[in-house]
């Protein structure tokens, strides 16, 4: 089942019956609610919804946005914060989501598990690779890597205590709803769980709740920054696979591309495709329609029709 994130153009909107009506006119029968999606648009959302005139596949933590914020703010609050008010707030919109999904029968909350609090070394590692993927090669890209993953290691026990406790909590409350919950892999070196830790992270999260939610253009970037493999990371990951957030990226970092206009080797990574995984494309707001349908048309070409 293929849907298309309201990322793409819940800005343009005001009515979120409209937003949904512009999905709809694309050809798609589902829509995820993305993270940009301002309290103001739900009435509508749900009007189309109770109408039958979409479906909605997914939300996206934290939908709709907290009251006051008007832009996508997936980030808002951290489940992996040390401030305890702010793991409150992260549980307690997160609650808010939950129940915007079930009721508009949703299947899945894609949900962004926090960070460890160390600076910004992915985008450092970015800005050398702009200057070629030679640059992987050299000593002070390197040492940055190893740099970032020593930080990282030393400083995570706390952070990911935190956030184990809070989907534990998470978990319980998605369970009664019938709803999944997909972990997103992420592109920055400092969000959890690390590419090095999912396979710890889903013996400590086994119920069928608890789900792997992957993003290839996130996998891509961690690529390009020489982390991981794509396709072998998804692979590893097949087992636990809920669905996908799907767009393209041009290298090093420009991801939310349409499928076939970036580097993304979508045939390597059909094997593991089901037709009952959830397949979301997240496509950039600045593209025109025709863009987007390009896009959809050349990865159903890959990955099939369903």
């Known amino acids: 089942m293929y849907s298309l994130s309201t990322c793409w153009n819940s800005s343009r909107h005001t009515d979120g019956r409209a937003m949904l009506r512009e999905i709809r006119e694309m050809g798609f029968e589902y829509a995820e609610l ?3 999606i301002r309290i103001s648009l739900l009435p509508g959302v749900i009007e189309a919804v109770e109408a039958g005139e979409m479906k909605i596949s997914t939300l996206h933590n934290f939908c709709p946005l907290p009251i006051g914020v008007n832009h996508a703010a997936p980030n808002l609050f951290k489940f992996t914060s040390t401030d305890a008010r702010e793991r ?3 549980f307690r919109h997160t609650m808010k989501t939950i129940e915007t999904a079930a009721r508009l029968k949703a299947r899945l909350v894609v949900l962004h598990m926090g960070a460890v ?3 910004d070394y992915t985008d450092r ?3 050398m690779l702009e200057e070629g993927p030679e640059q992987r090669d050299t000593p002070k890209f390197r040492k940055l890597c190893q740099e970032a993953e020593e930080k990282r290691e030393a400083k995570k026990e706390r952070h990911v205590e935190h956030a184990y406790e809070m989907l534990h909590r998470i978990e319980e409350q998605a369970g009664r709803h019938g709803l999944m919950l997909g972990i997103e892999n992420r592109e920055a070196l400092e969000e959890i769980p690390f590419e090095s830790d999912f396979s710890f992270f889903f013996h400590e999260f086994t119920s069928q709740t608890v789900r792997y939610w992957h993003d290839t253009g996130h996998a891509q970037i961690k690529e390009n920054l020489g982390f991981i493999n794509h396709a072998f990371h998804l692979e590893s990951m097949a087992p636990q696979l809920a669905g996908f957030h799907i767009h393209d990226v041009q290298f090093p970092g420009r991801d939310h591309c349409p499928p076939g206009t970036g580097m993304i080797d979508f045939a390597a990574l059909k094997p593991f495709v089901k037709p009952e995984h ?8 600045g ?7 390009e896009g959809v048309a050349h990865l159903k070409s890959i990955w099939g029709p369903e």
């Open 278 to 285: 959830l397949k979301v494309f997240e496509m950039n707001p």
């Open 125 to 127: 590692l970015v800005d």
């Open 287 to 293: 593209l025109p329609a025709e863009a987007v349908l």
């Open 88 to 90: 409150e707030n992260a």
């Open 117 to 119: 609090d160390m600076k």
């Open 34 to 36: 993305s993270h940009g």
